[in-house]
């Protein structure tokens, strides 16, 4: 199952241009040489043994760090991808997804996308230092984080699914700014729910539509059947008659066209 990619989710160069590469599937980090080459497979035995790899990082030691989401934990691995440090068990982490190191190294940012926090680490010695963030869409709020980044001043790009956004915050949690808001998002859920209710309309009308021209070619075929016909169906046909009224638009007549011609 190591011999090829089947899932790959994340991704990170090493110090040597060498190209890491998560697969949540067969539960393997796959490393590849400058060429494209698979070089070797790492967290596929043991204890430790990958689960749901997810994102990757790389420290300026060449530490590499995965988040194993169904493991609720960061597998930290040297170069030789025999295992240095976890970080986080049950209880701590629910469902990380990325982490990121601090300009110093000396702590491990992680997100968790369903605590919908972000989870620090002493890298050191895999303590939990604390966390910050709760579940919301205001600011500072998580709904979903799922990738993570810091940059030369220690500060923290999140990325929050749901609400569309990033949010920057401080070494500490304190938020500085945004990117993207919350209006975007609402405002592509609603075209979606607007296409949903359209194609439910298009199958209603089309429902409808066959329903009736099947009435129809019955009372074509016996002018009396109407009339012999039990009470009940003269009135379900009365019903069907006026939801292709009710559903009379371009699309109920399309809908009509394609299914009986």
């Known amino acids: 199952p190591y011999e090829q990619l089947n899932r790959p989710i994340g ?14 599937q067969v539960g ?11 070089m070797d497979v790492f967290g596929t035995s043991g204890s430790l043994k990958l ?6 990082n790389v420290g300026s030691d060449g530490t590499i760090y995965v988040a194993d989401a169904a493991s609720q934990r960061v597998v930290a691995y040297d170069d030789k991808g025999d295992v240095v440090r976890a970080y986080g068990h049950a209880g701590e982490l629910v469902n990380p997804t990325d982490s990121a190191l601090s ?9 968790d996308s369903k605590a919908n926090k972000i989870v620090v680490y002493e890298t050191a010695t895999g303590r939990m230092m604390g966390a910050f963030g709760q579940a919301g869409a205001d600011e500072g709020q998580f709904n979903h984080p799922s990738a993570i980044a810091t940059d030369r001043d220690g500060n923290l790009y999140g990325v929050d699914a749901i609400t569309a956004r990033i949010q920057i915050l401080g070494p500490d949690g304190e938020l500085l700014e945004q990117l993207g808001t919350l209006v975007s ?4 859920t609603e075209n979606w729910m607007n296409l949903a209710g359209f194609n439910l309309r298009l199958a209603a ?18 002018a009396t059947a109407w009339h012999a016909a039990p009470r009940w169906v003269q009135f379900a046909s009365l019903v069907l008659m006026l939801d292709v ?12 066209i394609y299914f009986q011609f």
């Open 11 to 24: 991704c990170a160069f090493d110090g040597k241009g060498r190209l890491l590469v998560s697969d949540g």
């Open 28 to 38: 393997a980090l796959f490393r590849f040489d400058k060429q494209g080459r698979r």
């Open 51 to 56: 689960k749901t790899p997810l994102g990757v």
């Open 103 to 111: 300009p110093d190294g000396a702590k491990l940012y992680v997100t």
């Open 185 to 188: 998002a609402l405002a592509r």
């Open 205 to 222: 009308a089309a429902a409808a539509a066959m329903l009736l021209w099947d009435a129809l070619t019955a009372l074509r075929v016996s």
């Open 245 to 256: 009224i009710v559903f009379l638009s371009p699309e109920s007549i399309g809908a009509f």
